[in-house]
């Protein structure tokens, strides 16, 4: 036993245990996140449940199955429901009934015992709506002009008016709104000069000029929209829902009309994937709670490019001047034990000193040099993606100054030495040998820094992160990229819609779902990474040797 553990043999054992139960703990917690996640986009059979309460009055439920689960029987001794005392447990469901109009809530508790008749009849029908959630019901007819038609051209009209939105979208977004943005830039430039005192009668006329010819091409934009808007909602479909109402449905308010429980194998997974795809290219909608999660994607994936853009070249000099150019002496000590400090403060401190720092104090000097004409409306002087960016940045250099100090200290001093007898200058020999063989190591530290930045949050609903963002930090109009702009991210995204959400039901799918949207994504980015410092390893591993 003694030569065994001289060996070093159960030590290799229990590292391999422990890396073992490390890859099954991630493999499952994924597995677990993306089958609750994923299972939100499969179109679930719809039922009809009729109940029998505990005073004999019948009524009819309609709607999906969320969930399963038993309670003890003592539980609801104070119900007059009928069933054996003997039985210790009942079984309950937890039923999306939607038709937000018409209840409270969309998810309601069905105790089995009272459940006289459960059905799937093919005619049931989801209807996801713009607003007030799914209706679950059935169609009675489709008025069109005023006039009552079949169910045949269900299917076009719903088509049809999904391309008037994508019309009405266009209008809005782009046209109007670069003529809002553009007549905006020309009230603040005659506001300047007149702060300037440079705005003569000749300026202010081209200005009022530009101003006037902006607001005639607002007028006919504005008479196409409402000419399509009329259109779009001229149409109706009559439903009936679960407690006999009749209703009538805008088609403009309507997003897809689904047939669930006629739809085969194939056909539930179209519709799985048409709705994944909704959920990527889609805005969100209802305090967050449906609908998709582009901006979020947008802001994040923008937030982690400019921090890598930002925090490499910083890190990578930083690491330079540590290793190569400083003295052995108690500064450089300093240096280092406040980089490896740094690693450890907590990131909501980052958040407070880019809050008070970057925003208050820099974006605040901007506007008054810059953007004098805006106050006191901020212009940098506001959370945005630009100080989220450099306040993740600040976060994360320690990690890539760290990691690139590592790589520049395995290279052989013989290396250096070689390429200055050769006649090479300090300059050139670092530009040339020492940062081609350390790139593997800078891509790690990057790697790393992508990791920990794309998940934080805390530091960013200090800095320019917030709930819903109407415009992209990225648009048609000059200068294209708005750094200025607050956005969006999984991560708060996440957040809001798990601890905020008015619907928490609603709510616990997305969250699994944009979650594990969030890891793919900063996989991805890991991956691209890798893949990069894996080319440059075997670039330059004859270089090394």
């Known amino acids: 036993m003694n030569s065994w553990f001289k060996s070093g043999s159960p030590w290799v054992w229990l590292s391999a245990g422990g890396v073992s139960l490390s890859l099954i703990s991630v ?21 009809q449940f009729e109940l029998l309460d505990e005073k004999g009055k019948a009524t009819t439920v309609i709607g999906e199955i969320y969930d399963r689960e038993r309670i003890p029987t003592k539980q609801l001794s104070h119900l007059n429901l009928g069933f054996d005392p003997a039985q210790e447990s009942i079984e309950r469901l937890l039923v999306k009934t939607g038709n937000r109009e018409l209840v409270s809530l969309d998810f309601r508790w069905l105790l089995m015992p009272q459940v006289t008749k459960m059905t799937k009849p093919a005619e049931l029908v989801v209807i996801e709506r713009r607003t007030n959630g799914n209706f679950y019901g059935y169609v009675e007819s489709i008025v069109l002009d005023g006039q009552s038609l079949g169910l045949e051209k269900m299917t076009e009209l719903v088509e049809r008016v999904e391309d008037f939105q994508s019309e009405i979208d266009e209008l809005q977004k782009a046209d109007i709104g670069a003529i809002n943005y553009q007549i905006e830039r020309l009230r603040l430039k005659k506001r300047k000069h007149k702060l300037d005192d440079t705005l003569t009668a000749e300026r202010e006329n081209d200005i009022d000029q530009q101003v006037a010819t902006l607001q005639a091409e607002y007028l006919v934009l504005e008479k196409q929209l409402m000419i399509i808007r009329d259109q779009v909602s001229r149409d109706k479909l009559v439903v009936r829902a679960m407690g006999g109402e009749i209703l009538q449905i805008n088609f403009e308010n309507i997003l897809n009309v689904t047939y669930n429980n ?34 979020a994607i947008f802001g994040t994936v923008l937030m982690v490019l400019l921090m890598t853009v930002i925090v490499s070249p910083m890190g990578v000099v ?12 108690a500064f450089t000590k300093l240096l280092r034990i406040a980089v490896i400090n740094l690693a450890g403060v907590p990131s909501i401190v980052y958040g407070v000193f880019g809050l008070g720092f970057f925003v ?23 959370p945005g993606v630009m100080w989220s ?14 990691s690139t100090e590592e790589g520049l200290s395995r290279i052989p001093l013989a290396m250096r030495h070689g390429s200055l007898a050769l006649g090479a200058t300090k300059a050139e020999t670092l530009w040339r040998i020492i940062l081609p063989i350390a790139s593997p190591a800078i891509m790690t530290g990057i790697i790393l820094a992508i990791a920990r930045a794309a998940g934080e949050v805390a530091p960013l609903m200090l800095v320019g992160v917030v709930k819903m963002a109407p415009n992209l930090p990225l648009d048609g109009n000059f200068p294209f ?14 957040y809001d819609v798990g601890f905020q959400s008015p619907n928490v039901e609603a709510a616990r799918p ?25 080319r440059l390893r075997e670039k330059y591993r004859m270089l090394e040797h």
Do not use: C
């Not at 194998?265 to 805005?283: C, N, P, R, W």
């Not at 930083?318 to 002496?329: D, T």
């Not at 990229?481 to 996440?494: A, E, P, S, V």
């Open 27 to 47: 493999l499952g917690l994924l597995w677990l996140i993306a089958s609750r996640g994923l299972s939100y986009f499969w179109p679930a059979d719809i039922y």
């Open 262 to 295: 006629k739809l085969s194998v194939f056909g539930k997974i179209s519709v799985f994937m048409t709705q994944i795809g909704h959920f990527l290219i889609d805005d969100p909608r209802e305090a967050n709670t449906e609908g998709g999660v582009f901006p």
């Open 318 to 329: 930083a690491a330079i001047y540590l290793h190569e150019y400083a003295g052995k002496n």
């Open 360 to 382: 208050y104090m820099v974006g605040g000097s901007l506007d008054q040099l810059f953007y004098a004409e805006t106050l006191p409306s901020p212009t940098f002087g506001t």
């Open 389 to 402: 960016a450099i306040t993740l940045a600040i976060l994360t250099l320690p990690v890539v100054i760290v």
């Open 481 to 494: 990229l708005h750094l200025d702009r607050k956005f969006m991210h999984l991560g708060f995204h996440i």
């Open 510 to 534: 997305l969250v699994y779902a944009t979650a594990f949207l969030l890891v793919t994504i900063i996989v991805s980015l890991n991956m691209t990474a890798v893949s990069i410092r894996n």
